[in-house]
């Protein structure tokens, strides 16, 4: 027994050194895209990331950050922590496996021959070798994210139960099962995903303490432990804050004292209460139940470090979770949303409408809870106090526009459900409107939804990324169901063509993708054999095969269940269900163990052949070894991120294309965080205020966007918003009309002009000179500044509604500030710059906000939106825009005429500034050495960046600048090379093919010619196959 | 004698219940380091005036939450031992 144990250590080190190795080889030396950049500035600096929020990750993270030798190493550090969790959570899988394997193929109290011993190291080296190479795992390994460091709780705690398993019979046992409580609380502090494992856990214990498991026994243990993680999730971990809350609203808004009294009474209290009840029962299971309780909110109380941070404001403090009802919604993930899981709306059904009070038709809502927020003092002695901000209000539908299990729930992915769909089955139901004649709405039917469960969420969402690994991978590019991205397959061509359409006639740059992985289904193979010898062998295997199962469903498909994904996800999401391919990872291994067995039953004893065992041996192990090497030799590539700067250098591209203290407005995360992180973790360029656009709109962010942030030369000076926390707090202005129709078909502007017209001494008083002035239409139309005004001036002003006056507003433009802000002057600087807002109805508040801060700074601070953005999600405002990098600097002149003289199709560039930043100031993250691998986000933004250069060049032979324009196009090639990153038509090489030509040098230019047309001459083949 | 058998007896069934008294100081001194790491851990903020560079102070995010996290890894010693 002891030689067993030995063995079973060793191997299971030697195990890890493997993935370690694997990992730290790979791993990225600084930071990735999505939310890794967020993550690491969060643990180096204790700043809150998004919601729910990662403290233990930040503890552990900040620990491994201070291992960096200067600031650019921080990164690395944090990645290499999870490296380095990642191959701890390969060793548990390993003694898990070996745990399992050993139970079934030696029987109790036996020591375990020579050949056992082997047969049970092959099947952990077997299993765990095949998860540590498989495609997802691998990818959150190298990476700041939080999934490796919950795969490796998931490990950890699915391996102490079953330590506990061998030891239960020891008298103080309960011990493992309150380190397992003790360890769940703290993984609440990295993800959610540890609560899943409880199922199974429970079935640990239920088999090993019943005398006689039934099934009917392991069906109600189940039912047990669905309790058990609804207490968790739905009590715990929100219940906790909400209690909290009660407690801070009896101490400071009824009895006046202080903030966090009640909170800090209430921690004290619930601590004491569980010590003293555990110090008083004696019964065994309750008194363990208690300590298991107290220990999990000990691991859960890591979530004091997110409030207290919050309390320090610091840049990055997303939903300021800094007082008790913030971090309530903080927890329980409010932002976003409630999707219906059993009954609900479908995405075509209309709300239920009511009559109000004074018989006005209004949408039924259902009342939940109330929204507090610590008030905002005018005066510094101002007692304490929490003020209502708004009660949750949700939209109810009407019984007969509900559906069972809705899968098809969300009206703003209408268009794209059906897309999926094909052709819906709709059936029109009577929608009932008090007081009118009802109408019919359309209602897609249950097939529909069901079509739609199986065959995205489940296949598309689930079953395709398991494929990838363990079948085979098509491609890295996201696929959306067509034939040739992202798929899954095998390696056999006979079948992979059957389904995709011929591989082989598929473009280069698809063909050699390097996240085309096959493993000809070899570990999918295994893990059937796995499964279905733990399923049938005997009664103890159907046991363990139980527990497998669950471990397998719950961080699997009853994720899917859960999130009731819609269409179109902005990534891939297979990390969600790393722990289901870490339960089938188990069963990969017990393959080994299940051909063993066979071999073992069927040539061993019947043949009795001593030399046999030889043979056996061999061919366990190169079984063994086989599977796991094949799948290395296919994913290396395309996990191994060392060298790659991308993200890092991208992100600075973004800084380093604004004016000294600008201001810059972003979208989406990938143009944001890696920002942040440059500006938080490295310090650059921390003068540019970065704000992101879709915060904008939430009272919160508006508060940090007002504070000063950094000090010493880079500071950055708070955004020039003079909002008052009353004008932006939640439910407040979020949306704003545009010269509504205000009576008898008179729009808002018809009466302003009406008044100034008839009243002219009244119109002055009230709006000034101008009322159509932007700063005089966003402070006295929409936020209602008014002073002095006599009785009947307050009535008439009340009477109007809060909107913008007219679709055509205007900024008198201080000349003098343009001409020092070092701006290119597009001709003369024109008296006004006209805000034309035509073709919008409604503006969001964000965007209301940034026409005040246009108004507000008036030039005298640098504006610039990111590239990135949309530029007609702006309105008419991008005909002020001008080129400077990687973002457009908002001027006062109207460049849409000017655009159209000189025959260009996008923004006019600042030429001499783009050229400097993009030649001088911008970094391109090692893009250019040969064979560094380039995923689909990395391979975008090195297209956005090709494009701004093509631009650089083509407007500089605009401007007859011929030799600037060769240097740009040599940087180019130079920097973002065609063997990294292909030619094709949407990555500006057509521009960078006519530049080479208008600089003369014609062969440069026919040699991208030739591969366009390459390309596109596979896509037609392509095409071709596909219709057939 | 009667004393020293019911003596014995609530040690058996001391012996049966997950924590000794040991393990009961152990988890309280990680608490206490949890606190400690916590309380070093707090202090002034930013305002809307002024930034306040003391919130990336090396007392507050580099030894505070090492304290913290010592407390917390303490723990599992706490409940083992």
């Not at chain 1, 047969?119 to 990818?139: E, H, P």
């Not at chain 1, 269940?561 to 289901?580: I, K």
């Not at chain 1, 017209?757 to 139309?781: C, M, N, S, V, Y």
């Amino acid at each position: 027994m002891k030689r067993y144990k030995t063995i079973n250590d060793a191997v299971g080190w030697m195990v890890f050194a493997v993935a370690a190795f694997t990992y730290c080889s790979t791993v990225e030396p600084t930071a990735s895209f999505w939310d890794c950049p967020e993550f690491i500035s969060s643990a180096y600096l204790l700043e809150i990331g998004h919601p729910p929020g990662a403290p233990f990750f930040m503890l552990m993270g900040n620990l491994f950050s201070q291992f960096a030798s200067d600031i650019t190493q921080v990164a690395k550090m944090i990645n290499i922590m999870n490296a380095l969790l990642s191959a701890g959570c390969i060793l548990f899988l390993f003694w898990s496996i070996t745990h399992l394997a050993k139970a079934l193929l030696v029987s109790k109290g036996q020591s375990p021959t020579s050949l056992q011993i082997l047969a049970v190291m092959c099947s952990g080296i077997s299993g765990a070798l095949i998860y540590t190479w498989s495609d997802t795992f691998w990818f959150s390994a190298v990476e700041g994210e939080v999934y490796a460091f919950s795969s490796f709780f998931t490990a950890l705690v699915f391996w102490l139960i079953l330590k506990w398993e061998d030891n239960a019979d020891s008298p103080r046992s309960d011990r493992w099962i309150v380190l397992i409580a003790y360890l769940m609380g703290l993984s609440i502090g990295v993800h959610l995903l540890n609560l899943l494992c409880i199922p199974s856990i429970v079935l640990v214990y239920y088999y090993r303490k019943s005398a006689n498991p039934t099934a009917w026994g392991s069906v109600l243990m189940l039912m047990v432990s669905a309790l058990l993680i609804a207490v968790v999730l739905y009590g715990i971990v929100p219940g906790v804050a909400k209690v909290g809350g009660w407690f801070e609203l009896l101490f400071v808004n009824t009895l006046g004292m202080p903030y966090n009294t009640g909170l800090l009474v209430y921690v004290a209290l619930v601590f004491l209460l569980l010590a003293v009840s555990i110090a008083y029962v004696k019964l065994r299971w309750l008194n363990t139940s208690l300590l298991c309780l107290a220990m999990m909110l000990i691991g859960y109380s890591s979530y004091a470090v997110i409030f207290i941070r919050s309390c320090a404001n610091p840049m990055m403090d997303e939903n300021s979770p800094g007082n008790i009802f913030a971090l309530g919604s903080y927890l329980g993930r409010e932002q976003y949303g409630d999707k219906p899981l059993l009954w609900g709306q479908t995405y075509s059904s209309e709300p239920e409408i009511t009559t109000d009070n004074a018989g006005k038709l209004v949408y039924a809502t259902t009342k939940g809870k109330t929204i507090y927020r610590p008030k905002h003092k005018t005066a510094p002695n101002e007692k304490d106090e929490y003020i209502k901000v708004r009660e949750h209000l949700e939209l109810k539908y009407p019984s007969n526009q509900c559906m069972l299990f809705p899968r098809i729930h969300s009206e703003r992915h209408a268009a794209l459900y059906e897309q999926w769909l094909g052709a819906a089955h709709k059936h029109p139901v009577e929608y009932e409107i008090p007081g009118r004649m009802p109408e019919t709405v359309m209602i897609p039917s249950m097939r529909d939804n069901l079509r739609f469960f199986f065959s995205y969420q489940l296949n598309h969402m689930y079953w395709r990324y398991f494929m990838w690994n363990f079948a085979g991978r098509q491609n890295d590019i996201q696929g959306n169901g067509e034939p040739e991205h992202g798929n899954w397959l095998t390696g056999f061509s006979w079948l992979d063509d059957m389904r995709l359409g011929k591989q082989s006639l598929l473009p280069t740059e698809l063909r050699e993708n390097k996240g085309h992985n096959v493993f000809y289904c070899l570990p999918l193979l295994l893990g059937l054999i796995g499964l279905l010898w733990q399923a049938f062998r005997d009664k103890k295997s159907v046991q363990q095969f139980w527990v497998v199962s669950f471990l397998f469903f719950m961080t699997g498909i009853a994720i899917v269940l859960y999130v009731n994904q819609t269409p179109s996800e902005p990534r891939e999401r297979d990390y969600s269900y790393a722990g289901s391919f870490y339960a089938y990872a188990i069963w990969c291994g017990l393959g080994i163990a299940a051909i063993f067995d066979w071999m073992q039953r069927y040539i061993l004893h019947k043949m009795k052949i001593k030399s046999y065992s030889v043979i056996v041996a061999i061919i366990i192990a190169i079984l063994t070894f086989a599977v796991p090497l094949q799948m290395v030799s296919q994913t290396w590539d395309d996990h191994d991120r060392s060298n790659r700067y991308m993200c890092r250098d991208f992100g600075r591209n973004y800084l380093e294309s604004i004016a000294y203290d600008g201001i810059l407005f972003t979208n989406g995360d990938n143009e944001t965080f890696p920002l942040w992180y440059n500006q938080d973790t490295e310090g650059v360029r921390t003068d540019v205020r970065v704000c992101n656009m879709q915060y904008l709109q939430t009272d919160w962010y508006i508060d940090q966007m007002k504070r000063p942030a950094f000090s010493g030369k880079g500071m950055s000076s708070p955004l020039p918003i003079t909002w008052q926390y009353a004008q932006y707090m939640e439910g407040v202005n979020e949306m704003v009309d545009v010269n509504p129709v205000v009576t008898n078909g008179m729009t808002m502007k018809d009466v302003v002009c009406s008044i100034r017209e008839q009243e002219p001494e009244l119109a002055k008083r009230l709006w000034g000179e101008d009322p159509f002035e932007l700063k005089t239409a966003i402070h006295k139309f929409v936020l209602h500044e008014y002073e002095g005004l006599t009785d009947e001036e307050e009535r008439m002003v009340k009477a109007l509604p809060a909107c913008l006056p007219s679709d055509s507003l205007h900024v008198t433009v201080d000349k003098e500030a343009v001409r020092r802000s070092e701006m290119k002057l597009l001709g003369e600087i024109p008296d006004r710059m006209e805000i034309d807002l035509t073709h919008q109805h409604r503006l969001s508040k964000a965007f209301v906000l940034v026409l005040d801060m246009i108004a507000e700074t008036n030039f005298s601070r640098p504006i610039y939106f990111s590239i990135t953005i949309g530029p007609d999600s702006f309105g008419e405002l991008y005909h002020h825009f001008v080129q400077e990098g990687m973002a457009w600097r908002v001027t006062p002149f109207n460049i849409k005429e000017n655009r159209k003289e000189r025959g260009l199709v996008e923004c006019v560039c600042d030429t001499e500034k783009m050229y400097v930043n993009m030649m001088k100031r911008f970094r391109y993250g090692n893009t250019s050495m040969p064979g560094i691998y380039i995923d689909e986000t990395t391979h975008r933004m090195c297209i956005g960046h090709r494009r701004c250069l093509a631009r650089l060049a083509s407007q500089l032979i605009v401007e007859n600048k011929y030799h600037e324009a060769l240097k740009v196009l040599e940087r180019c090639e130079k920097e973002i090379p065609s063997y990294n990153v292909p030619h094709s038509l949407w990555s500006g090489s057509m521009e960078l093919a006519q530049a080479y030509r208008a600089c003369g040098k014609e062969e440069k230019a026919l040699d991208i010619f030739n591969q366009l047309s390459t390309t596109y001459d596979e896509y037609q083949k392509w095409e071709t196959e596909k219709t057939r | 004698m009667g004393n020293r058998k019911d003596k014995i007896k609530t040690n058996a069934s001391e012996n049966t219940l997950a924590f000794g008294t040991l393990n009961y100081v152990l988890v309280f001194i990680g608490l206490l380091f949890i606190i400690m790491g916590l309380v070093l851990m707090s202090g002034e903020g930013t305002t809307d005036i002024a930034f306040n560079p003391d919130i990336f102070s090396t007392m507050r995010i580099k030894i505070a939450p090492m304290i913290c996290l010592t407390g917390f890894l303490f723990e599992i010693y706490a409940i083992l031992k």
